[in-house]
């Protein structure tokens, strides 16, 4: 085979490349020789993606739930890949930002319209049998979910509404964290002793939660749009796009779970908890907690009818 001046310069550059990290350009070429070919399937890991879905019951529709829930994760997983690359950016453009943005909204878009599968996709029967098995697992425990929104917004917005006025940039991440919005759904109302539910999920990720929270305080979501020019803050479609990724995460998909959650859970007389035992209704329902990223891009009205 001829030796196109091409192939030279490519060879050339494998040289350059693998001299300036100290590594020998022959030992890598003869590598190639006894390499495999890529397959889909090497790539992609189908194998071992489609040996992680493992059933508690005989139940065939607890396979959805699985799956379902794993997707979530898998598109979790997508958001924060993004949200990492543009809050990690030190200055961004409007233009790297906006791109980033949009991104992230088209995630959780798939994600508000693919409740149905879950809501329209499993027999109540199935569901109320298979249920009890997971208890008490629950949603609340996804720790992707929770470093989404320590990466949107200030922590003051995540805060129980009932205790935002108590706490500023100056209270301990430690204290904070006490006083999530979310940290009510995990404890006894009366005696504020927290479940097992939530000392598991704290057990487990409560450090890198503090880390985060300390990490993202100034390179937030928010902090960043704080950082573009003033009038680009003013641009009428950026603001409307961070209106909807606002809306999209906080009302939009929350509601699209509730739904699906109220159809199953309200489908029997009878005990009508989570399977965690959290008041799933005022922890989900957006209207009690005022769960919002972007206060300062609503007016009063919107903010006193958030979620009605």
Same mark, same amino acid.
């Given at each position: 085979m *001829? ?11 494998l ?5 300036s ?14 390499s ?5 399937w090497?790539?992609?890991?189908t194998?071992?993606?489609?040996s992680?879905?493992?059933q ?9 739930f699985?799956?379902y829930?794993?997707?979530n ?12 690359q543009?809050c ?9 930002f ?16 693919s409740?149905d599968?879950?809501k ?11 249920r009890?098995?997971l ?15 320590f990466?949107?917004?200030?922590l ?8 935002r ?8 991440? @430690? ?8 940290q ?8 504020? *002793?927290?479940?097992?539910?939530i ?5 487990k ?8 929270? @300390?990490e993202?305080?100034t ?7 704080k950082?573009?020019? *003033? ?6 479609e ?6 909807? +990724?606002?809306k999209t ?7 699209g779970?509730?739904?699906?959650a %109220?159809? +199953?859970?309200e ?5 009508h908890e ?5 008041d799933?209704k ?5 209207k009690?907690?005022?769960?919002i990223?972007f206060?300062?891009?609503?007016? %009063? ?8």
């Open positions: *001829e030796i196109t001046p091409k192939i030279q310069e490519q060879l050339n550059q040289h350059e490349k693998f001299e990290i100290n590594q020998n350009t022959s030992t890598h070429l003869e590598g190639l020789l006894w495999k070919p890529i397959t889909y090497d790539y992609i890991q194998d071992a993606l489609l992680l879905q493992t508690r019951t005989t139940l065939p529709d607890e396979m959805v699985v799956m829930h794993q997707v994760e898998l598109l979790f997983k997508m958001i924060l890949w993004e949200m990492d543009l990690h950016n030190e200055k961004p453009t409007t233009v790297y906006t791109e980033k943005l949009g991104r992230i909204s088209r995630y959780f878009d798939m994600l508000t319209t409740f599968i879950m329209d996709g499993m027999e109540p029967e199935q569901y109320l049998k298979f009890n098995t208890t008490p697992a629950s949603g609340f425990q996804s720790a992707q979910y929770r470093l989404i929104e990466s949107s917004t200030d003051i917005n995540l805060i129980d509404n009932r205790f006025a108590t706490i500023d940039r100056n209270t301990p991440y @430690e204290h904070a964290f006490e006083h999530l919005y979310w009510a759904a995990g404890k006894d109302y009366h005696t504020g *002793e927290k479940s097992y539910l000392l598991e999920f704290e057990r990720y409560k450090k890198m939660f503090l880390n985060w929270m @300390e993202y305080n390179i937030n979501l928010w902090r960043k749009f950082q573009l020019p *003033e009038a680009d803050q003013q641009n009428p950026l603001v409307a796009a961070m209106r909807h +990724y606002d995460v906080n009302i939009t998909w929350v509601m779970h509730f739904n699906a %109220k159809k +199953y859970i489908s029997v007389p009878g005990n989570a399977t965690g035992g959290s799933w005022k922890y989900m329902l957006p009690y907690q005022k769960r990223f206060p300062e891009l609503w007016s %009063k009205e919107e903010l006193e009818n958030w979620g009605e």
